[in-house]
């Protein structure tokens, strides 16, 4: 017995595990395919009847213990409950998609900045002295050890602030 995970996202149809997983059942190495969750294995309907389709071309048996599916015979009901969950778990899905996007368009609408903060961040107050010391993005670069491109972008960001705030 051999066991297959993945730290990515279910909604990604080429995961390393899963790949290597699908590899050997194409090669006709794996009798059973046994998930703890059908949505752990797939996330949208297509990509999981496209593996449970290829499952069935290569005779292997699909086993989720937590929801009752066991294809290791030809038994139609286990297949009725995965085209349902199947389904159920692609509408979970698009109603988190959407939650999260009205979340994001919310958060926008109130001016509440999304993202990650920049690394360089840091270093603003920094870059606004010398920039008030006249110091150019030469000597600012030296001085923090920053790479060119991030200076550049912080004194645009450095600037930007200046100019909306009284000194």
């Given at each position: 017995?051999?066991?297959?995970?993945?730290?990515?996202?279910?909604?990604?149809?080429?995961?390393?595990?899963?790949?290597?997983?699908?590899?050997?059942?194409?090669?006709?190495?794996?009798?059973?395919?046994?998930?703890?969750?059908?949505?752990?294995?797939?996330?949208?309907?297509?990509?999981?009847?496209?593996?449970?389709?290829?499952?069935?071309?290569?005779?292997?048996?699909?086993?989720?213990?937590?929801?009752?599916?066991?294809?290791?015979?030809?038994?139609?009901?286990?297949?009725?409950?995965?085209?349902?969950?199947?389904?159920?778990?692609?509408?979970?899905?698009?109603?988190?998609?959407?939650?999260?996007?009205?979340?994001?368009?919310?958060?926008?609408?109130?001016?509440?900045?999304?993202?990650?903060?920049?690394?360089?961040?840091?270093?603003?107050?920094?870059?606004?002295?010398?920039?008030?010391?006249?110091?150019?993005?030469?000597?600012?670069?030296?001085?923090?050890?920053?790479?060119?491109?991030?200076?550049?972008?912080?004194?645009?960001?450095?600037r930007t602030m200046m100019a909306t705030q009284p000194q």
């Amino acid at each position: 017995m051999q066991e297959y995970t993945d730290c990515i996202s279910g909604g990604s149809t080429s995961r390393t595990g899963l790949d290597r997983l699908m590899g050997l059942v194409r090669r006709g190495k794996v009798a059973t395919v046994v998930a703890f969750k059908l949505d752990r294995l797939a996330r949208s309907l297509v990509h999981l009847m496209q593996l449970i389709s290829e499952l069935q071309s290569h005779r292997t048996a699909l086993v989720i213990p937590s929801q009752g599916i066991d294809t290791t015979d030809s038994n139609p009901v286990a297949q009725l409950q995965l085209n349902i969950l199947g389904a159920v778990a692609q509408f979970e899905r698009d109603l988190i998609t959407e939650r999260v996007n009205a979340g994001l368009r919310a958060a926008k609408q109130r001016g509440v900045p999304l993202g990650r903060p920049s690394k360089n961040a840091k270093h603003l107050p920094r870059v606004i002295e010398l920039l008030r010391a006249n110091r150019c993005n030469q000597v600012i670069m030296r001085e923090l050890g920053l790479p060119r491109s991030s200076v550049g972008e912080l004194v645009r960001e450095a600037r930007t602030m200046m100019a909306t705030q009284p000194q």
